[in-house]
């Protein structure tokens, strides 16, 4: 049996990866990919009123809140070591334009003011879009029944500078008109607030996953969709064109939307481009590992885990999850 053995067959098997996977303090020696608390931005839906907590049915863990019910959320998140939140507001009242998308004293602009009162350390970041604010739903002004482009353009400026005013380290422009990083960048900077940095939604896709979303910032179009101005899941190279605009135009960071299903887009952008580029784990995708995690079908924690490591390892800086509280605190008990 000896004579038909070849020689790599009975030579000693001296390449063994096993080796370095034998023992957790192994793998975190040589481990490639890492995920920080501080690279974790925690979304969160407010509203006006106290004492609110308004579940929402398709996010389990995930509620509107008023600005003192989400102060113990950003509370939590803080002492777990949560790089910042991402505020999206539910108005008291909706109007054709969105104007409480400005308003000096909406839930956002109070929230806002009130994060920075009491975490000063947690990055603010306020989401710019109308469709939380208008009455027909969409992200722009409409004009017989069409979004209109350039006329939205210097209401996303309004909102982004009451945001800034109000001490936002970051706005986040998610509504995907064309111009709208360059309308906003003029009036930051003309109204003195050259150091408010915005991160672009740039590659925004028409997804699926967006619905949970939707019942959470009661922002449902109530006719039509938005495959007008949000991206064809089928592109990619268009992605990249329109980061490049948004770069040109004075973004100072590139956001993927979703993550899941876009992690070649990630990559790509942060190869390209070289900028800080975050991804947002989006409610479609949180509610899926939720649902199948209460049914028993997946191990929740890890593959919670699993998914940020990998939105991490295909070339995301930061990223926008409803895990985030959650998974910092697995991190900070030493999660394996």
């Excluded at 910042?84 to 507001?89: A, D, N, W």
């Excluded at 996953?209 to 039509?224: C, I, L, M, N, V």
């Excluded at 899941?260 to 899926?288: C, F, N």
Aim: aromatic residues 6%.
């Amino acid at each position: 049996m000896d004579a038909f053995l070849t020689d790599r067959e009975t030579a000693p098997l001296t390449i063994r990866p096993r080796r370095l996977r034998r023992t957790a303090s192994l793998r975190r020696l040589v481990r490639e990919t890492r995920l920080d608390p501080a690279q974790l931005v925690l979304p969160v839906f407010v509203r006006t009123g106290a004492n609110v907590r308004i579940p929402i049915s398709s996010m389990p863990g995930v509620a509107q809140t008023s600005i003192d019910e989400m102060l113990r959320d950003a509370s939590a998140a803080a002492e777990s070591g949560v790089g910042g939140v991402i505020l999206f507001g539910i108005p008291d009242t909706k109007d054709e334009e969105g104007t409480g998308a400005w308003d000096e004293y909406g839930a956002v602009q109070q929230g806002i003011r009130a994060l920075k009162r009491e975490f000063p350390e947690l990055v603010v970041i306020a989401d710019v879009c109308l469709c939380e604010y208008t009455s027909h739903g969409h992200c722009g002004m409409l004009r017989d029944g069409i979004v209109d482009n350039d006329a939205t353009l210097p209401l996303l400026a309004r909102a982004a500078l009451s945001h800034a005013q109000a001490g936002a380290d970051i706005v986040a422009p998610s509504d995907m008109m064309d111009g709208r990083v360059a309308a906003i960048r003029v009036g930051l900077d003309a109204a003195g607030h050259q150091d408010t940095a915005i991160l672009s939604y740039a590659a925004k896709y028409a997804s699926a996953f967006y619905g949970p979303f939707r019942e959470a910032a009661e922002s449902t179009p109530k006719t039509g969709d938005r495959r007008s101005h949000q991206m064809d899941p089928a592109n990619g190279d268009e992605a990249l064109r329109e980061v490049a605009l948004d770069i040109d135009e004075g973004a100072d960071a590139i956001l993927v939307k979703p993550a899941g299903p876009y992690l070649d887009i990630v990559r790509r952008v942060k190869d390209t481009t070289g900028y800080p580029v975050a991804a947002y784990q989006v409610s479609g995708e949180y509610a899926m590992l939720q649902a199948a995690a209460e049914r028993g079908w997946l191990d929740g924690d890890r593959a919670m885990m699993e998914s940020l490591i990998g939105i991490r390892r295909a070339g995301a800086d930061f990223i926008l999850t409803y895990f985030a509280t959650t998974a910092a605190r697995l991190i900070r008990r030493g999660w394996e």
